[in-house]
């Protein structure tokens, strides 16, 4: 079984991340990862002109990681299993770039000081695709690679018209519905994911103000034991149901050995889930 780097250490999970990609393409373009790691995080560590640090309290540099480590051990085990169509190295670095640039919506520009960046978590996809368009335009990125890039993190949106993201090759799309599959697995797995709901529904509350939208799914929430009460629910409702149809089942490729073997990420969110009933229990 192969062990995942803790996202509480960037460098660590940098680590892992050129690992993979070593694995996955010996003799490619290595630097590319820690170039693409280091860009992220100046990101999200207000380092680049015009913005600030990210100050939301849930999506932060960690969750990033957290993605990140997931998408890139699901294209491991992907590409091991045998599965086709084989995915190139440079599908494999606009698929990082991706993931890494999903949640930059969230980043406030230098003079937005009101409130903290989770009041955009109702527009952080569209948000953050146009984000990561204007970085990518500037370093020599191709309009192809740049359109790749925002289709993938489109579809992220949670409750996205997926047939309606004018994926490029089906090697675009296989890596769009995998990065979905990362976000929504890489977080639920955290360690601590029930701790940090509250903190999750703060982001919901100061959005719903912010925009005044109650229409949005997260407006439904009236505090954070009510969301604490419904997330098993919602992973088996919504979150599950979506991995299956919408994204192909790709998480069955972090099944280790594969095809039948235990998958860590869906052993720790059932803990996590074991953790919220008996918390919504005794709420």
């Known amino acids: 079984m192969w062990s995942l780097a803790s996202t509480k250490n960037p460098a660590a999970v940098l680590k892992e991340l050129q690992g993979v990609h070593d694995l996955l393409y010996p003799g490619g373009d290595a630097p590319f990862i820690s170039q693409a790691f280091f860009w992220a995080r100046e990101c999200f560590t207000g380092q680049h002109p015009g913005y600030q640090a990210v100050d939301a309290g849930y999506h932060d540099f960690e969750h990033t990681l957290q993605g990140a480590q997931c998408l890139l051990q699901l294209l ?3 590409q091991l299993a045998g599965a086709l169509p084989v995915l190139p190295e440079r599908g494999f670095q606009l698929g990082l770039m991706a993931i890494l640039f ?4 969230y980043l406030k520009r230098s003079g937005d000081l009101s409130g903290t960046g989770a009041k955009y978590t109702i527009t952080h996809v569209a948000r953050s695709a146009a984000f990561a368009a204007d970085f990518l335009l500037t370093r020599g990125f191709s309009p192809a690679e740049i359109q790749s890039v925002q289709n993938m993190i489109l579809s992220t949106g949670a409750v996205p018209a997926l047939g309606e993201i004018p994926f490029q090759s089906e090697s675009e799309r296989v890596l769009g519905h995998a990065l979905s599959t ?3 697995l890489g ?7 029930v701790d940090k709901l509250p903190v999750l529904y703060a982001e919901f509350s100061e959005a719903v103000r912010f925009t005044g939208d109650t229409s949005h799914f997260i407006s439904g929430y009236a505090s954070a034991e009510q969301l604490i009460h419904a997330t098993p629910l919602f992973w088996k409702t919504h979150v599950l149901p979506r991995l299956d149809r919408d994204f192909g089942g790709l998480y069955r490729f972090l099944n280790h050995p594969f095809p039948d073997g235990p998958n ?12 919220l009933r008996a918390a919504g229990a005794a709420l």
């Open 187 to 193: 977080q639920m797995a955290a360690e601590d994911y």
């Open 102 to 105: 999903h949640d930059t919506g």
């Open 76 to 78: 491991r085990g992907r």
């Open 264 to 275: 860590p990420y869906l052993d720790r969110i059932e803990a996590n889930l074991t953790r």
């Open 182 to 184: 990362a976000d929504l």
